[in-house]
């Protein structure tokens, strides 16, 4: 219902479509982040204090490897999305506002190639 | 009544705005957010670690595991489960449920019920693993 009205909404200026898209694809992490963020803390506060070999297995195991990588990137999205309304309510400087957001943008890149790396090397490292 | 363009209140306007429950929990959601980004940060640290091999991975989980490292993972668990919460009412809302005055007082104190909860429940699950 509210997504067919949003939809008549696009199209009308250049800065509404990107508006709406940003609106919409913000849901659309969150509701991925509701299983996702159970099923990871549910494994993180059983293996958090336990040693590297067990931690490791835990995170080799494909299931628990893909719900960790996935939580960790959406989670990640989901932040750049949340900050950069934070960002366009808070400065008004649009010079700033621009500088930080690419920076932001930066920032999330650079931890997307961090984790991705993490993540293959954990699940082909050997025991 | 004439105002300077220049000088327009913009938000935030807390310091002119009386605190209520509702208000309270918004821009606690919005903290909440900005800090969760470091419970994200530790744990991009904490599998980075491990994909390097043991000897860093032992390094940081000592870390994490001193009561300082416990408190992070607390806070940031509380947190969550917050955020999670006052996030999911804003997903009823954005669809149009649960907009009465009425209704937003009962959701809070939901939110803030099932928040204590989760903290709860995840806290003895974690206890309770062999």
Not at chain 1, 61 to 76: E, G, K, M
Not at chain 2, 52 to 63: E, I, M, N, P, R
Request: glycine share 6%; proline share 3%.
């Amino acid at each position: 219902m509210i997504f067919r009205s949003l939809k008549g909404l696009r199209g009308q200026s250049h800065k509404g479509v990107e508006s709406t898209n940003h609106w919409i694809i913000q849901r659309f992490t969150s509701i991925l982040l509701i299983p996702l963020s159970i099923l990871f803390v549910v494994n993180f506060v059983r293996v958090f204090d336990k040693p590297f070999i067990e931690v490791l297995k835990t995170f080799q195991h494909p299931v628990n490897n893909l719900v960790a990588l996935l939580f960790i990137l959406i989670s990640l999205w989901h932040y750049r999305q949340g900050i950069e309304v934070v960002i366009e309510d808070y400065v008004h400087d649009l010079g700033k506002r621009n500088l930080t957001l690419r920076l932001i943008g930066i920032m999330c890149w650079f931890l997307v190639i961090v984790v991705i790396f993490s993540f293959v090397t954990i699940y082909r490292m050997e025991i | 009544m004439t105002q300077d363009p220049q000088n327009r209140p913009l938000s935030p306007h807390l310091t002119i705005y009386r605190p209520q429950l509702n208000s309270v929990l918004s821009i606690m959601h919005r903290i909440t957010g900005i800090v969760l980004f470091f419970g994200l940060l530790l744990l991009i640290f904490w599998f980075f670690s491990m994909s390097v091999g043991q000897a860093s991975f032992d390094l940081f989980s000592a870390l994490i595991n001193s009561l300082i490292g416990k408190l992070i993972l607390l806070g940031s668990l509380c947190a969550l489960w917050y955020h999670f919460f006052t996030g999911v009412r804003h997903l009823f809302w954005d669809v149009g449920i649960g907009f009465g005055l009425e209704w937003v007082q009962r959701s809070s104190y939901a939110v803030l019920i099932a928040t204590i909860s989760l903290i709860i429940l995840t806290l003895l699950i974690g206890v309770f693993t062999v």
